[in-house]
C-alpha cells in the first residue's frame, strides 16, 4: 500500500458480525471487499468492532486469519477495534443464574478478562508486536511527508441486568479520557492529523415515541460528551464508529463523525478517509 497522488486512502469498515449459518457465504463476501480495497492502493484499514456475533475467540482467530492471508495482519495494515458483539455473549449473560447474581463486581471482572483477551489476539494490530496491549492506544502513522494519528478508546460496556440488559449501550472508561489528556498524547499527536476511532455512536436519535427513546437508550455512549469533548482538546477533525447499522457522517461541534454502517447489510460498502498534504480529512462512502 503506497502513497497515492500526494494523498493517502484510508478504508473504513465496520459491523461485520462474521460468524453463523452464513459464514462460508460472509467470507467470500469479505474476501471480496479486502481485494477491491488492496487493489485500490488504500494505506490502512480501520474495523470499528462487532467483527463477530458471536464473542467467541475462535470466531476472532477466523477473522485474523482472513487478514494473515490477505498479508493485512500488522499494524502497518489495520486497526481492530471490539464491538460488544465481539466482548458480549447475550445468551450467556441472559441466563437466570447470571442475571440473579447480584455481583456486578464479578461481572465487570469478567468483562476486562474478554477485553484483555482480545487485545492480546489482534496484539501486533495495537503494538507492533506480541507485547501486552490494552485501550487507550494511539497509533502515529507516517505516510510520505504526512502523519495520521488514529486514537482508539473501547467504548463496550459490561452487560448489566438494569443499567445495559441488552448488552448494546457504551461507556468509555474515565481513566482513558484522562490517558489521553497527558501531555505524552498531545506531543506524539503535534503536526499529525487525528482521527479518534471506537464503536458506539455519540448521537442519539431521539424521537417522541416510547419505543424509539427505549431503543435509544439501550444503544447510547452513555459518557458520549465526556468523550467528543476529550478528542476535541486532543485535535482530533474525525471520529470513526460503528454500532448504529447506518452509513451516514455528521458534524458534531467542529468533529466529523462518521458511521461504517455494517458489511452483514452492504458488503459492497465501505468508507474511504482522505488525508490531503494540508492534513485536511476528507470522507466518502465507496460501493465496489
Given at each position: 500500500?503506497?502513497?497515492?497522488?500526494?494523498?493517502?486512502?484510508?478504508?473504513?469498515?465496520?459491523?461485520?458480525?462474521?460468524?453463523?449459518?452464513?459464514?462460508?457465504?460472509?467470507?467470500?463476501?469479505?474476501?471480496?471487499?479486502?481485494?477491491?480495497?488492496?487493489?485500490?492502493?488504500?494505506?490502512?484499514?480501520?474495523?470499528?468492532?462487532?467483527?463477530?456475533d458471536?464473542?467467541?475467540?475462535?470466531?476472532?482467530?477466523?477473522?485474523?486469519r482472513?487478514?494473515?492471508?490477505?498479508g493485512?495482519?500488522?499494524?502497518?495494515?489495520?486497526?481492530?477495534?471490539?464491538?460488544?458483539?465481539?466482548?458480549?455473549?447475550?445468551?450467556?449473560?441472559?441466563?437466570?443464574?447470571?442475571?440473579l447474581?447480584?455481583?456486578?463486581?464479578?461481572?465487570?471482572?469478567?468483562?476486562?478478562?474478554?477485553?484483555?483477551?482480545?487485545c492480546?489476539?489482534?496484539?501486533?494490530?495495537?503494538?507492533?508486536d506480541?507485547?501486552?496491549?490494552?485501550?487507550?492506544?494511539?497509533?502515529?502513522?507516517?505516510?510520505?511527508?504526512?502523519?495520521?494519528?488514529?486514537?482508539?478508546v473501547?467504548?463496550?460496556?459490561?452487560?448489566?441486568p438494569?443499567?445495559?440488559?441488552?448488552?448494546a449501550?457504551?461507556?468509555?472508561?474515565?481513566?482513558?479520557?484522562?490517558?489521553?489528556?497527558d501531555?505524552?498524547?498531545a506531543?506524539?499527536?503535534?503536526?499529525?492529523?487525528?482521527?479518534?476511532?471506537?464503536?458506539?455512536?455519540?448521537?442519539?436519535?431521539?424521537?417522541?415515541?416510547?419505543?424509539?427513546?427505549?431503543?435509544?437508550?439501550?444503544?447510547?455512549?452513555?459518557?458520549?460528551?465526556?468523550?467528543?469533548?476529550?478528542?476535541?482538546?486532543?485535535g482530533a477533525?474525525?471520529?470513526?464508529?460503528?454500532?448504529f447499522?447506518?452509513?451516514?457522517?455528521?458534524?458534531?461541534?467542529?468533529?466529523?463523525?462518521?458511521?461504517?454502517?455494517?458489511?452483514s447489510?452492504?458488503?459492497?460498502?465501505?468508507?474511504?478517509?482522505?488525508?490531503?498534504?494540508?492534513?485536511?480529512?476528507?470522507?466518502?462512502?465507496?460501493?465496489?
Amino acid at each position: 500500500m503506497a502513497l497515492i497522488e500526494k494523498t493517502v486512502r484510508i478504508a473504513h469498515i465496520s459491523d461485520l458480525h462474521l460468524s453463523g449459518g452464513a459464514a462460508r457465504l460472509q467470507e467470500a463476501r469479505f474476501r471480496r471487499l479486502l481485494d477491491a480495497i488492496q487493489s485500490g492502493g488504500y494505506g490502512h484499514i480501520v474495523f470499528t468492532g462487532d467483527i463477530v456475533d458471536t464473542a467467541a475467540p475462535k470466531d476472532w482467530l477466523a477473522f485474523r486469519r482472513i487478514l494473515e492471508q490477505h498479508g493485512l495482519y500488522s499494524w502497518e495494515g489495520v486497526t481492530v477495534i471490539p464491538g460488544n458483539h465481539d466482548l458480549i455473549n447475550l445468551e450467556e449473560e441472559m441466563r437466570f443464574y447470571n442475571v440473579l447474581n447480584p455481583d456486578n463486581a464479578g461481572r465487570k471482572r469478567r468483562f476486562r478478562k474478554k477485553l484483555q483477551h482480545f487485545c492480546e489476539v489482534f496484539s501486533e494490530t495495537i503494538t507492533g508486536d506480541r507485547s501486552t496491549a490494552g485501550f487507550p492506544f494511539v497509533k502515529v502513522m507516517q505516510f510520505g511527508e504526512v502523519s495520521l494519528s488514529l486514537v482508539m478508546v473501547n467504548s463496550v460496556f459490561n452487560w448489566l441486568p438494569f443499567d445495559n440488559p441488552l448488552g448494546a449501550r457504551g461507556y468509555v472508561d474515565p481513566s482513558e479520557l484522562s490517558a489521553l489528556l497527558d501531555p505524552s498524547v498531545a506531543e506524539a499527536l503535534e503536526g499529525t492529523a487525528v482521527i479518534g476511532v471506537c464503536h458506539h455512536a455519540p448521537r442519539i436519535y431521539d424521537s417522541g415515541m416510547f419505543i424509539d427513546q427505549a431503543f435509544d437508550w439501550g444503544m447510547e455512549l452513555i459518557n458520549r460528551h465526556e468523550m467528543m469533548d476529550t478528542f476535541r482538546r486532543i485535535g482530533a477533525s474525525m471520529l470513526l464508529h460503528g454500532h448504529f447499522h447506518r452509513f451516514q457522517a455528521y458534524d458534531d461541534d467542529g468533529i466529523k463523525v462518521v458511521n461504517g454502517g455494517s458489511f452483514s447489510y452492504n458488503p459492497r460498502r465501505f468508507g474511504e478517509i482522505i488525508l490531503h498534504p494540508d492534513l485536511h480529512l476528507s470522507h466518502r462512502f465507496i460501493t465496489i
